[in-house]
């Protein structure tokens, strides 16, 4: 599990750093979608990590705030580079 959690949450950085040279708007938009997918699947293992006690409360929390940041960061991104508002 802590290698699927590394993996998933390596390449949310990898694709937001590909996002940077994308080849147009869509394809922008296509790598931040990547990356919040990633993020969605890093949250998930997270909550393995707790349930099996490989994390106690204290360290998920920490690190779990920090994955609901990047997950709320590009979900405002990906809406706003689409044109949706945020109502």
Same mark, same amino acid.
Request: proline residues 1%; contains cysteine.
């Given at each position: ?30 790598? =931040?979608?990547?990356? =919040? ?51």
């Amino acid at each position: 599990m802590s290698k699927q959690l590394l993996r998933s949450g390596t390449s949310i950085g990898a694709n937001v750093r590909e996002s940077i040279n994308a080849q147009s708007r869509p394809d922008f938009i296509s790598k =931040l979608s990547i990356a =919040l997918k990633e993020a969605d699947e890093t949250d998930y293992w997270l909550e393995l990590l707790l349930a099996t006690g490989y994390l106690n409360d204290k360290e998920y929390q920490s690190i779990q705030d920090e994955c609901t940041e990047i997950i709320k960061m590009l979900t405002s991104i990906i809406k706003s580079s689409k044109g949706i508002s945020k109502s």
